[in-house]
């Protein structure tokens, strides 16, 4: 049964045992039996099961000292108890373990489904948070038309390297680019073209860089790659790199561009938006002086 969850039964006595099981077959992807709580417990460790269902009073380990050991591997496990016992303190104990519930012996079926549909409901509801909720932090952190890290990103990602490097007082430098006359290409070759040349520049930047090395859209036609462990010189290498590159790039519909680059390399008394400044200035110059060349901040 697709998505059903897996399920641990230990139970001492093989007639209980064997009755139960063949109902929880039913309901479960996957059943692990144990007759006593060692042999639970080493099977729960083997297979980490959804649900461990467990009598209470077993021999070499009862349901109680078991549940502390699962528990103490996962505190959030679902755990239902069965027991003909009604004594205070097995019920005391089962609930300073914070378990799911306990069904008496003779199980009610019906009572043991009711329990275990709630139990197979939060996980069904905890699945689907944990499944949309990586989705929803790619959508916060990933640019939809060019497929890298977005300016929300790079400032978190920014920020945790400039900790580093106050830490470790390794170099960090920082390039801004920007596509030279992007806004003629988009007239007159329309925004399509104009996505395209985006997407095809992203990618060649991004394979082209070093995987410790942060390459983010910061807006419109304007990029940034954040660069650990890299000195002024070597940052400009790079820059100079990646210019020759774009310019003798053919992009789709036979289009050619240029990039305008400003860098800047994180100083004691800088801040991040220091740093951001003065890479902007860099690039601010570099477009006002011809473009399609590499200035420093």
């Keep these: 049964m697709d998505n059903s969850p897996t399920l641990l039964y230990v139970e001492d006595e093989d007639g209980i045992r064997d009755q139960l099981s063949r109902f929880l077959g039913y309901f479960s992807g996957e059943l692990y039996l144990a007759k006593d709580g060692k ?21 070499k380990m009862d349901g109680i000292e078991m549940a502390k050991a699962i528990k103490a591997i996962d505190p959030k496990q679902h755990i239902v ?18 378990v799911d519930g306990y069904i008496l012996k003779p199980i009610n079926l019906d009572q043991l489904e009711k329990k275990l549909d709630g139990i197979k409901e939060h996980l069904r509801l905890k699945r689907y948070y944990e499944k949309h909720q990586e989705e929803l932090e790619r959508k916060a952190y990933i640019d939809d038309l060019t497929q890298i890290y977005n300016r929300t990103y790079f400032k978190e990602q920014f920020s945790k390297e400039i900790s ?11 390039i801004f680019m920007d596509i030279d006359k992007f806004k003629d290409l988009n007239d007159n070759y329309g925004h399509q073209a104009g996505d395209e040349v985006l997407k095809e520049l992203a990618t060649l930047i991004n394979n082209n860089i070093r995987e410790m090395d942060t390459f983010s859209r910061w807006g419109g036609e304007e990029f ?14 790079v820059a100079e790199y990646l210019r020759k590159m774009i310019k003798k790039h053919l992009f789709s519909n036979n289009l050619s561009v240029t990039c305008s680059f400003g860098l800047a390399t994180f100083g004691d008394d800088d801040t991040q938006e220091l740093i951001m400044k003065r890479a902007d200035e860099a690039l601010y110059r570099a477009k006002n002086s011809g473009r399609d ?3 420093i901040g």
């Excluded at 580093?164 to 920082?174: A, C, D, G, N, V």
């Excluded at 954040?226 to 290498?237: E, F, L, V």
């Design 39 to 59: 042999e639970g417990l080493e099977l729960y460790k083997k297979h980490l099961p959804d649900i461990v269902i467990s009598d209470i009073k077993m021999p």
């Design 81 to 98: 108890f069965t027991t003909a016992h009604s004594e205070s303190g097995f019920f005391m104990d089962a609930i300073d373990l914070q």
């Design 164 to 174: 580093r490097y106050k830490r470790e007082k390794t170099p960090l430098s920082l």
């Design 224 to 237: 940034a790659i954040i660069q650990p462990n890299t000195a002024p010189k070597n940052s400009k290498k």
């Design 293 to 295: 060349r590499v200035e």
